[in-house]
């Protein structure tokens, strides 16, 4: 088990660039999650997936965001024509089953700063 | 209403003395709710969840439940420099909720020797 891996660790890009991040979960895992974590505040729900199903997706995204789980793997975050307001960590978690005591597991996140 | 809220911070507790940490959510039927801990610059990670009302310890930590009041708290006791961090407090929502989990901002925790 080596735990969530985020790819890469930062990002530095200019406005309007698109970006894409990477998320291998915990092998067994077939739940897998992605958050965005702003100084000072707790991280915030962006997107769900089960195996490669996409099942839920945050109000708050825009049509900017779009993520896949081609084959229940890994996992991209792609943000296209970014803005200075996507600063922010990009955290991936992965569980288990959905059950009262699974965790969430959470990655190292992708710090992404938009110039 | 923010759906989880914590309280503010930041807090500020002597080494060795007890840190609370508390934690209200607004959805009533919320199954389960954790702890986590975040250090600076770093992810958050599990200290612990609870599901029952009352008490749960785990080592130094306890979680606490009341779901009649819709608040959970941790307490840490002998709280070490190496505590300060901050505290995540999220809720597993009711009904499809896909097992994600909702967050409060976070309380910051300093230790001081």
């Known amino acids: 088990d080596t735990g969530v891996s985020q790819d890469p660790r930062h990002k530095i890009t200019k406005r309007g660039q698109n970006v894409t991040f990477r998320c291998d979960p915990i092998?067994?895992?077939?739940?897998l999650y992605w958050y965005r974590q702003t100084l000072g505040q707790g991280p915030e729900f962006l997107t769900y997936?089960?195996?490669?199903?996409?099942?839920?997706k945050s109000r708050l995204l825009s049509d900017r965001f779009s993520a896949e789980r081609p084959k229940g793997s890994f996992s991209t975050l792609e943000i296209q024509r970014t803005e200075q307001g996507d600063s922010a960590m990009y955290l991936c978690?992965?569980?288990?089953?959905?059950?009262?005591?699974?965790?969430?597991?959470f990655g190292n996140g992708t710090r992404l700063t938009v110039t | 209403q923010k759906e989880v809220e914590q309280n503010s911070g930041p807090l500020s507790v002597p080494e060795g003395a007890i840190a609370s940490l508390n934690c209200t959510y607004s959805?009533?039927?919320?199954?389960?709710f954790f702890w986590y801990r975040q250090y600076s610059g770093k992810s958050p990670e599990l200290i612990m969840f609870?599901?029952?009302?009352g008490d749960k310890e785990d080592g130094r930590f306890t979680a606490q439940l009341n779901k009649a009041s819709q608040y959970v708290s941790l307490l840490i006791r002998d709280s070490q420099p190496s505590d300060s961090a901050t505290y995540l407090c999220?809720?597993?929502?009711?009904?499809?909720?896909?097992?994600?989990?909702?967050f409060g901002q976070g309380t910051i925790l300093t230790v001081h020797p």
């Open positions: 978690a992965s569980s288990l089953r959905d059950s009262l005591n699974s965790p969430l597991h």
């Open positions: 092998s067994e895992h077939n739940r």
């Open positions: 997936f089960q195996n490669e199903a996409q099942l839920e």
């Open positions: 959805d009533r039927g919320s199954q389960s």
């Open positions: 609870i599901y029952s009302n």
């Open positions: 999220a809720v597993k929502p009711g009904g499809t909720s896909y097992g994600k989990l909702t």
